[in-house]
């Protein structure tokens, strides 16, 4: 089924359609919110970080001409 | 500094509930900090706080901002806590603002523009230039699509495997992986592709490569099956894509942030996305209930706008 969210601009939303709307868009912006809480975030951050880094440390400075 | 003063003199006052300073007062400033060239962990500070919009009362935004650019500063910029909008007002306050406004003024100048997450901008995020525009990008395409990634990951794990249970720490490996891979490789077209394409394809291909480093022969299938595995992928499960479809969403707030003022967007988010009474946000904001009708209804008429692009529409549909 359509999101009414995806509608044409042109059309009117119905109250229940922008109900659901609302209801969806706030259901994502909570998840959102504590998607750093989630099981895995912050390991998986860290190890992000950390290949970052060993890629940078990888690359050699640029040489001061 | 002149133009706080100015602003909290014309516009800005306190609220008589919270004594909090109100939004008016802030408005200018983050347009001021916006429109300021400013040093790079500052010009993030300065954009990150507005898509934070969380209130936690008693905590100055000004009174935390020079010791979390200080921060940013000796870490390496990744002191990026979720924080505050509103400040307590007064001399202290007034005094650490102008300090903060003094530094961005005598700042080199940066060419580059404020980092901005959206659907269209997050190929442009890899790239921002310096490295605390790319933490920042990174962190926040991690925040928004953590969860369909793990979805993702977990389900072609279990395709490859023929229905294998995965190891926690090897599904986080793998969105790690995908995660850097996405920022470094310069693939990524949304007018090539879909995103959540794109995503898959990435994740599939450190999944393979995983499999085949990790035990060879107990993965006979793959190693047999030579790159075709690469180039199949499972259907996507319900969960992944209800998953994505939210983070979707999530991205879609993102850009209406970015697209319109932040007041309006204040009122949206109190009401539509916290779900705090018309009437009650009026009184906390000082205004009648008329104009946060009327706010709402130009907002969801923005929303819709932005949602009615084809990069959406595409990608929201599986």
Redesign the interface.
């Known amino acids: 089924m359509k999101n009414p969210l995806f509608k044409k601009t042109e059309e009117q939303l119905t109250p229940r359609e922008e109900a659901e709307i609302t209801q969806e868009l706030a259901e994502a912006y909570r998840q959102n919110e504590i998607s750093e809480k989630q099981p895995g975030f912050q390991r998986i951050a860290e190890k992000v970080k950390l290949t970052i880094s060993i890629n940078t440390e990888a690359i050699p400075p640029p040489k001061n001409t | 500094m002149d133009l706080i003063r100015t602003s909290v003199a014309s516009g800005g006052k306190y609220s008589p509930a919270s004594r909090l300073c109100q939004y008016r007062v802030l408005s200018p400033v983050f347009s001021a900090m916006r429109s300021c060239v400013i040093p790079a962990p500052t010009r993030i500070a300065a954009t990150f706080f507005p898509k934070r919009a969380?209130m936690a009362q008693g905590e100055g935004f000004f009174d935390g901002m020079p010791g979390i650019v200080a921060k940013m500063k000796s870490s390496q910029h990744?002191a990026l806590p979720?924080h505050v909008f509103r400040c307590r007002w007064n001399q202290e306050t007034e005094n650490k603002c102008g300090d903060f406004l003094n530094e961005t003024k005598h700042a080199a100048p940066l060419s580059m523009p404020l980092p901005i997450t959206s659907l269209s901008l997050l190929s442009r995020l890899r790239d921002e230039g310096d490295d605390a525009g790319w933490q920042v990008s990174?962190?926040r395409f991690?925040?928004?699509y953590?969860?369909p990634l793990?979805a993702m990951a977990t389900g072609i794990y279990r395709y490859q495997t023929g229905n294998a249970e995965p190891p926690?720490e090897a599904?986080?490996?793998v969105?790690?992986?995908v995660?850097?891979d996405f920022f470094?490789r310069d693939r990524f077209d949304p007018e090539r592709g879909r995103l959540r394409t794109y995503l898959r394809v990435l994740t599939n291909a450190r999944i393979v490569d995983m499999l085949r480093k990790e035990k060879p022969l107990d993965h006979e299938s793959i190693t047999a099956g030579g790159d075709a595995l690469t180039d199949t992928l499972p259907a996507e499960s319900p969960e992944e894509g209800r998953s994505f479809q939210?983070?979707l969403?999530?991205t879609?707030?993102e850009d209406l942030r970015e697209h319109i003022p932040l007041r309006q967007f204040e009122i949206f988010?109190m009401v539509?996305?916290?779900?705090m009474p018309p009437d009650l946000v009026a009184a906390e904001l000082g205004v009648q209930r008329g104009v946060i009708d009327n706010t709402i209804y130009k907002v969801?008429?923005r929303?819709?706008?932005i949602?009615?692009s084809p990069e959406?529409?595409e990608e929201?549909?599986s």
């Open positions: 969380r990744e979720r990174w962190k991690l925040e928004l953590h969860s793990m926690e599904i986080e490996d969105v790690a992986s995660v850097v470094k939210q983070a969403l999530a879609l707030i988010e539509k996305l916290v779900g969801m008429n929303l819709r706008e949602a009615a959406y529409q929201y549909y």
